[in-house]
């Protein structure tokens, strides 16, 4: 099984808000594909990386 983080961890891990972090999800931009479970809520596997725009900026 997958391990998997909620957004608020992975905003916290890139240094995102929340809202990105979900809009990543339900757009698909993350590099694994997230999914949500039975309470509606993202789940996001654990080595998912944001969008490369952000991922760069964040390196920089």
Do not use: G
């Amino acid at each position: 099984m997958v391990k998997t983080i909620s957004t608020k961890e992975f905003a916290k891990k890139f240094n995102c808000s929340e809202s990105s972090a979900r809009k990543y999800c339900k757009e698909n931009l993350l590099t694994v594909k997230a999914f949500k479970d039975s309470s509606n809520k993202w789940c996001i596997p654990e080595n998912a990386e944001p969008p490369i725009s952000l991922h760069n900026a964040k390196k920089q």
